[in-house]
């Protein structure tokens, strides 16, 4: 059983920066595609980036494209969200999600159902 571990969520203003942290345990991650969704109160959850198992395939929703950078480093078993210029419309709880496959395009993994595994989620508020 994998179990994702988030962290790096907190309270930061307009314009911000904050870096989020998804750690899974008791596996190595190195063939698992990863992605994050984010789910602000009365919306649906929606994605927001996914990493394909080898790193070199990323993308992005729209919303934060060009703001967000996902990233991972396999020896410290970690995926990284880096979210820059933050606006409030990112305020909302972002969970980690999990899926051993070795597919190179993050095209596939952009839906809920696309994910094994998930995270509790970290908060993330934008004060303006």
């Known amino acids: 059983q994998v179990q994702l571990v988030e962290s790096g969520g907190g309270l930061v203003q307009v314009g911000g920066s904050l870096r989020l942290s998804c750690a899974p345990s008791?596996?190595?991650?190195?063939?698992?595609?990863m992605g994050w969704f984010r789910q602000a109160p009365g919306k649906e959850r929606e994605f927001v980036a996914a990493?394909?198992?080898?790193?070199?395939?990323?993308g992005y929703a729209d919303s934060v494209e060009g703001r967000f950078t996902i990233s991972r480093d396999n020896a410290k078993n970690t995926v990284y969200l880096q979210m820059n210029s933050l606006k409030p419309e990112d305020a909302a709880v972002y969970y980690c999600?999990?899926?051993?496959?070795?597919?190179?395009?993050?095209?596939?993994?952009?839906?809920?159902?696309?994910?094994?595994?998930w995270g509790q989620g970290t908060q993330v508020t934008v004060s303006s």
């Open positions: 999600a999990a899926r051993e496959i070795a597919v190179s395009d993050w095209r596939y993994f952009v839906g809920e159902g696309d994910y094994t595994y």
């Open positions: 008791g596996r190595t991650f190195s063939r698992y595609a």
């Open positions: 990493n394909s198992w080898s790193g070199a395939s990323t």
